[in-house]
């Protein structure tokens, strides 16, 4: 259920109805919009509680919602929420790229990625430190360590770091190194995780489950808004199918269906999405040409050799087409590179 407050409400009218909803054992999440505030109503409602939030002052009308998820919908936030991270704004229409190795393995190779992407167009760069793999024998990253790493590399580049945080109790040590939090597919049902990431303060993104519904996704952002974290993006990343060409199937129809359903920017990842190189490209060009406000890239300096998801990885040269190419598309579509080259 979400209330629609008048343009005129006052502060006390607002801070009214949430006493009303804290008295019925319900919470409200405030949405201050450009023309208006809306609260979301948390918890279980029932119909006569459209009647009677609607008598009080300052009320325009009260919109029951019948999707299990609220604070994420449309229906709560009308306009698009946007992140800033730095100086980069995400989710305001200019299309973020993000770059950098899937593990970080080394300095040396951080930093001459870091310095690569950045002059190519990118405005953030990842890394993860902290792993999750299929099997346990595989590379698990280098943990603190590579926080540092990126640390160094951000203090070299200015750009912004994107890391993967796995548990719950990581999440006070990766906030320490963070710009955004990554929650990963492997872990976007990790409700204690969620919960961990929805309490701090911090920019994160979700990315979807491989054999998560769009629902199941909404309903995990959920747990992050409800705690609180409204700097919330979602990450399209590929979804499991029968098909095995391609390490995932690339679900491009995600990205505009979120974004209607959603308020939450959706970036797409075409690297995991594909799992191949030369389809990387292709499938960023297409998620941009989708509507996503921005994309996550895999680059290493020697894809041969890289300890994790070499196969996906772009060379320098290879990420600097790409980046040509998406910004061809998103001129194409009025939109612009969010850092221009
Ligand atoms: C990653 O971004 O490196 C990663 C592990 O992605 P996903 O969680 O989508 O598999
Ligand atoms: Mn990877």
Not at 121 to 149: N, V, W
Not at 274 to 299: Q, R, S
Request: hydrophobic share 45%; net charge neutral.
């Amino acid at each position: 259920m979400i209330v629609v407050m008048r343009v005129d409400c006052s502060q006390q009218e607002i801070d009214a109805i949430l006493e009303r909803l804290r008295e019925r054992g319900l919470a409200g999440h405030l949405s201050p919009g450009v023309e208006r505030t809306v609260i979301g109503v948390v918890g279980h409602t029932y119909p006569e509680l459209k009647d009677m939030l609607e008598l009080l002052p300052g009320v325009e009308e009260v919109v029951p919602i019948s999707k299990p998820y609220k604070l994420s919908s449309r229906e709560f936030r009308r306009e698009n929420t946007t992140i800033q991270v730095g100086n980069v704004t995400i989710g305001n229409g200019d299309l973020v790229v993000i770059a950098g190795p899937c593990a970080v393995e080394t300095e040396e190779q951080v930093l001459a990625t870091a310095r690569a992407v950045k002059a190519a167009g990118a405005c953030m760069l990842r890394g993860g430190a902290y792993k999750p793999s299929t099997s346990p024998y595989q590379f698990r990253g280098l943990g603190e360590d590579g926080l540092k790493i990126l640390e160094t590399a951000r203090y070299e580049t200015g750009l912004p770091i994107i890391t993967e945080v796995m548990a719950p109790a990581d999440v006070e040590l990766v906030c320490r190194y963070a710009d955004v939090l990554q929650v990963g597919a492997r872990n976007m049902q990790n409700f204690m995780l969620l919960d961990e990431v929805g309490k701090a303060r911090k920019p994160a993104m979700l990315k979807r489950g491989f054999a998560n519904t769009i629902q199941e996704w909404l309903l995990s952002a959920e747990y992050i808004l409800s705690q609180g974290n409204h700097q919330l993006m979602l990450c399209e990343r590929g979804i499991r199918t029968f098909e095995t060409f391609t390490r995932n199937t690339m679900d491009v129809s995600a990205i505009p269906l979120v974004k209607r359903l959603s308020h939450l920017p959706v970036l797409g990842d075409p690297s995991h999405g594909t799992g191949k190189w030369y389809l990387v490209a292709p499938l960023a060009a297409a998620a941009v040409a989708a509507g996503a406000d921005g994309i996550m890239v895999e680059v290493h300096p020697n894809p041969d050799i890289a300890l994790k998801d070499g196969a996906q990885s772009l060379t320098f040269e290879n990420f600097q087409r790409l980046v040509a190419q998406v910004n061809a598309v998103a001129a194409a579509t009025g939109r612009k590179l969010a850092i221009p080259v």
